[in-house]
């Protein structure tokens, strides 16, 4: 096929009509002589950067399929190949105009979000802010930006909270998407409930991607549910990562028979706190035929003794899991630390992170981990 210099590394850039037209010629040429070509696909893979100090800053990275289908038609697809794609890391920004966005989930990326701002003021651009960084410091950036609020009532108390731009979860990757927010269970270490309320809010026609982000899919209305796990089988979309999870107290079996049918990803769930032990055990004897790589259990580390932490994590090991360790943060920290508490050093909050996250615990127990040796003293 004389495809090559049509669909080149430029090919991104199609001449509209021109290379249309180009390449509908070089199909039927081609099809002359094999009537029965297929499409050509490309996959073009885009990391948008913005110059930022002299040096590039990462904004979304996005891929889209170009295809030139016979007999003579060159589709740009809007629909993404079916992976996870990648998550931004905390901050994404975009310009429309003389208007520049940005949307921080994290708050110790706070300070990298004001300089991005100031980057952006520097131009003329009116900037707004948002993301859930910002329902904890929503004063970080009020000199340099537009925080839209909107006025709710939760129970019987008038409150104001962020407002929300439209489907922003896809400027932080472009596979994700929710189908509600909130979360009834409200764990005083967690933002959703100041951010989502405890009461559920349905987006029933939300954008089918693969990555589900909902704070807590088990505890929905299971007609809700249904809902969702039907619109993602009209649609041939996987659910690769149902990446917030489940709840073990709500967790039970027609929870896991509805959803296992479309889970392509690992069950994920917490065990954050001793109080969940029979709760998790439940749900890891309903799992007990799942590989232990799709068994991943988040572990809440710091806010509760060393020792009652380890038993959780070393109970996940035990039950046929594998756990991910996370050092509680403050939820308004501007660096990324732990607060050190109980008999806790910030020293083992990262080693034990790193011995859980790495799976080292395949090969050594915590007591004999070197974290200063490349390989272990047991491995």
């Not at 800053?57 to 003579?72: D, I, Q, S």
């Not at 996370?326 to 992170?353: A, C, G, H, S």
């Not at 011995?355 to 040796?373: I, T």
Request: with cysteine; hydrophobic share 40%; charged share 25%.
């Amino acid at each position: 096929m004389r495809l090559r210099a049509t669909l080149s590394i430029g090919f991104a850039l199609l001449a509209g009509r021109l290379a249309h037209a180009d390449c509908a010629a070089d199909f039927a040429a081609d099809n002359t002589v094999k009537p029965g070509a297929g499409a050509f696909r490309a996959i073009s893979v885009v990391q948008t950067t913005t110059e930022m100090d002299g040096k590039p800053y990462p904004m979304a990275a996005g891929k889209t399929w170009l295809e030139v289908a016979p007999p003579a038609s060159l589709h740009l697809r809007n629909e993404m190949p079916f992976d996870k794609s990648e998550w931004i890391k905390g901050v994404a920004h975009w310009r429309d105009g003389d208007r520049a966005f940005i949307s921080v989930a994290f708050t110790w990326r706070l300070p990298d979000a004001r300089k991005i701002a100031e980057y952006y003021r520097a131009l003329g651009c009116t900037v707004i802010a948002g993301g859930p960084a910002l329902f904890t410091q929503m004063d970080y950036l009020a000199d340099l930006c537009e925080i839209p609020t909107r006025t709710v009532v939760r129970g019987n108390k008038t409150i104001k909270e962020l407002g929300r731009l439209d489907d922003t979860l896809v400027r932080h990757n472009p596979m994700a998407t929710r189908a509600s927010y909130g979360c009834p269970v409200g764990c005083h270490f967690c933002i959703v409930p100041r951010m989502d309320g405890i009461e559920f809010r349905f987006v029933d026609d939300f954008p089918v991607r693969p990555v589900l982000c909902d704070d807590n899919l088990s505890a929905l209305p299971a007609k809700y549910q249904q809902h969702i796990i039907d619109r993602y089988l009209k649609a041939g979309v996987p659910l690769l990562d149902a990446n917030s999870g489940f709840e073990p107290k709500t967790f039970d079996d027609e929870v896991f028979a509805r959803w296992k049918p479309i889970l392509k990803g690992p069950w994920r769930f917490g065990f954050d706190e001793k109080s969940e032990g029979e709760e998790v055990a439940r749900v890891f004897k309903m799992l007990k035929d799942v590989s232990p790589r799709r068994k991943q259990v988040y572990t809440m580390i710091g806010h509760e003794p060393f020792e009652v932490c380890m038993d959780r994590i070393q109970k996940v090991i035990a039950s046929g899991g594998e756990p991910y360790a996370q050092p509680m943060l403050q939820l308004n920290t501007l660096i990324k630390e732990p607060k050190v508490r109980y008999d806790w050093t910030l020293l083992k909050l990262k080693q034990v992170q790193r011995w859980v996250n790495r799976r080292l615990w395949r090969y050594v127990p915590f007591d004999q981990y070197d974290a200063n040796a490349k390989t272990s003293r047991a491995a």
